[in-house]
C-alpha cells in the first residue's frame, strides 16, 4: 500500500462520526463532552485548555454553557480563528462567544484570549503566537467545517504554516479575506478534538471527508483522534 494510502487509512481509522437528530440534541451532546473534558482536564491538570470554533454553528453550545454549572475559575480560552475586523464587528467570532457565553460566567478575563486581529493579519498572528509561546497541549479543540472542507482558516489550496503556531490568512475565499488562524500542526496538538458539523451544506464536504479526500480539515492529526459531531447530514 501507497505512503498515501497508509495516511489517508489512518487518517479515516482515527475519526469517529456521531449523528444526531436535530438541532437540540447536537448542542446538548457538545455541551456535555465539553463539560466532560473540562471536568477531566481539571481533575487532572488543574486546569482546562480549550480552543473556539467560529463561524455560527457553535452559537446554539456557547448559549448553553451560558447556564452551565462548571469550574470557571479553571477555564482556558482559546479560538482557532479569527477574522480581521474591528473588536466590536458583529462578524468577530470573539465577539459572537463573549456576547452568548463568555461576558455571563465567571472564566477570569486573563484566560479569555481573543485572538487581537483588529491589529491586522501580521501583528495579530505574531501577537497570537507569542500568546501561545508555553501553552502546553489543549485539552479539546472545537471545529467547525466549510462547505469547501475547510476548517479554522485553513484552506484548500492553502498550506498551514505548521512552522508557527498562529499565522495570518490574507486571502480567504470565505470573507473576509484577512484571517489569523492557529496553524494545523498546533490545533493538533490537543487531547481531544471535537468536530461540529450541521446542515446540509455540508454534506459534500462530509461524503468527500467519508471518501478519503484531503479537505483541510483532514490535516488536524492529533494522536488520539477526532471526533465529529453530525446533523442534517448522512453519513453513507
Ligand atoms: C470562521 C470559522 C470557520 C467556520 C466554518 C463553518 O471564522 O469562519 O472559523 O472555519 O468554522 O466556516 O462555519 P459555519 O459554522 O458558519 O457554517
Not at 456576547?99 to 501580521?122: C, F, K, Y
Not at 467519508?210 to 453513507?236: K, M, S
Amino acid at each position: 500500500m501507497q505512503k498515501s494510502d497508509q495516511l489517508t487509512l489512518a487518517n479515516q481509522q482515527s475519526t469517529r462520526w456521531f449523528s444526531f437528530a436535530d438541532q437540540q440534541t447536537i448542542s446538548e451532546a457538545a455541551v456535555n463532552r465539553i463539560l466532560q473534558s473540562a471536568t477531566s482536564a481539571i481533575a487532572s491538570r488543574g486546569r482546562f485548555l480549550l480552543v473556539l470554533a467560529g463561524g455560527s454553528t457553535p452559537k446554539n453550545i456557547y448559549a448553553l454553557l451560558r447556564s452551565a454549572q462548571a469550574d470557571w475559575q479553571n477555564w482556558h480560552i482559546y479560538y482557532n480563528d479569527d477574522r480581521c475586523l474591528p473588536v466590536d464587528h458583529p462578524d468577530r467570532n470573539s465577539l459572537m462567544a463573549h456576547e452568548v457565553w463568555l461576558r455571563h460566567v465567571p472564566i477570569p478575563a486573563s484566560q479569555i484570549h481573543d485572538i487581537p486581529t483588529e491589529l491586522g493579519p501580521v501583528e495579530g498572528a505574531k501577537s497570537y503566537a507569542k500568546t501561545l509561546e508555553g501553552i502546553s497541549d489543549f485539552d479539546l479543540v472545537l471545529l467547525g467545517l466549510g462547505e469547501d472542507g475547510h476548517t479554522a482558516s485553513l484552506f484548500p489550496g492553502k498550506i498551514s504554516d505548521d512552522s508557527v503556531d498562529a499565522f495570518p490568512v490574507f486571502d480567504a475565499p470565505k470573507p473576509p479575506p484577512e484571517r489569523v488562524t492557529i496553524s494545523a500542526a498546533r490545533l493538533s496538538r490537543t487531547r481531544e478534538v471535537l468536530f461540529l458539523v450541521t446542515g446540509a451544506g455540508k454534506q459534500e464536504p462530509v461524503d468527500n471527508w467519508r471518501n478519503g479526500q484531503a479537505i483541510p480539515a483532514t490535516l488536524i492529526t492529533p494522536q488520539n483522534g477526532v471526533d465529529v459531531y453530525c446533523q442534517g447530514i448522512i453519513l453513507r
